[in-house]
C-alpha cells in the first residue's frame, strides 16, 4: 500500500462546477496536510494546508480532514479552465513529506 | 523576488559523465531538499539540508550527492549518471518550522 494515495484521473468537470479531490494516508501518525497545484511543465505551488479535522476554506478552495478515516480532500467551487492543473497531495509526520503521485483536475468551458 | 534558482533548466548527458546541478536560493532559509518526480511515482525526496553543512538521506540517495557549504546553495551531484536518473529534478527550500515549501523551476534531466 501506498503511503498517500491519489487517483491519477483525469477527473473532468464542466466550468463552475464543484470539483472534488481525494487523498489517503496509510500512517495514522501523520500530523499535516497539504495540496499543492502543479502546472503542465511548472513546479508545484502549496495552495492549501490543513492540520485538525474538520474544513479549512480559502477563497474558492475547502480542505477537509478526517484523521479517523485518514482521509483528506479538496474542494474547488465554481472551478475556471485556469485550474486544470495536477493536484499533489503531501502528508507530514515528523521529519517526512510524502507527495502522493497527483490527480490531474481538467475544468471545460 | 524571492525564488529558489536552479540551472540547468534542461540537461542531456551520456551514462557515466559527472554532472552538478545548481540549487541557490535568496530567501534566507535554513531547509533545503531535492526531489525527483517521475511519471506514476510522483515527487520522491532525495536528499535533504537543515542547515550548513548538515545533510540527510531522504527515499532515494542510491547514485546521488549533496553538499551545503553555504546556506543558500544546494547543489545535486550525480557522480556517474545511469539511465534510471533520467527524471524531473526539483529544487525546494523553507524555513524551518515553516510548512511551506518553496520549489525551483525543474531541472528535466536525460541521461543516454
Known amino acids: 500500500q501506498k503511503e498517500v494515495e491519489q487517483n491519477s484521473g483525469p477527473l473532468s468537470v464542466p466550468e463552475g462546477a464543484i470539483a472534488s479531490l481525494n487523498c489517503t494516508y496509510s500512517d495514522r501518525g501523520s500530523q499535516s496536510f497539504f495540496w499543492y497545484r502543479q502546472y503542465s511543465g511548472k513546479s508545484p505551488e502549496l495552495i492549501m494546508s490543513?492540520?485538525?479535522?474538520g474544513d479549512k476554506e480559502d477563497g474558492r478552495f475547502t480542505a477537509q480532514l478526517n484523521k479517523a478515516s485518514q482521509y483528506v480532500s479538496l474542494l474547488i467551487r465554481d472551478s475556471q479552465p485556469s485550474d486544470s492543473a495536477t493536484y499533489l497531495c503531501a502528508v507530514r509526520n515528523t521529519d517526512k513529506l510524502i507527495f502522493g503521485t497527483g490527480t490531474r483536475l481538467q475544468v471545460f468551458p | 523576488e524571492a525564488q529558489v534558482t536552479q540551472n540547468p533548466r534542461y540537461l542531456i548527458t551520456v551514462t557515466g559523465k559527472k554532472l552538478t546541478v545548481t540549487c541557490s536560493q535568496n530567501m534566507n532559509h535554513e531547509y533545503m531538499s531535492w526531489y525527483r518526480q517521475d511519471p506514476g511515482l510522483g515527487l520522491r525526496q532525495i536528499y535533504y539540508s537543515m542547515n550548513v553543512e548538515v545533510t540527510d538521506k531522504g527515499d532515494v540517495p542510491e547514485g546521488y550527492k549533496v553538499s551545503r557549504k553555504e546556506k543558500r546553495n544546494f547543489p545535486l551531484i550525480l557522480e556517474s549518471p545511469s539511465p534510471n536518473q533520467t527524471s524531473l529534478y526539483f529544487c525546494?527550500?523553507?524555513?524551518?518550522?515553516?510548512?511551506?515549501?518553496?520549489f525551483g523551476s525543474g531541472t528535466q534531466l536525460s541521461v543516454l
Open positions: 490543513i492540520y485538525s479535522n
Open positions: 525546494a527550500s523553507s524555513l524551518l518550522g515553516d510548512e511551506k515549501l518553496f
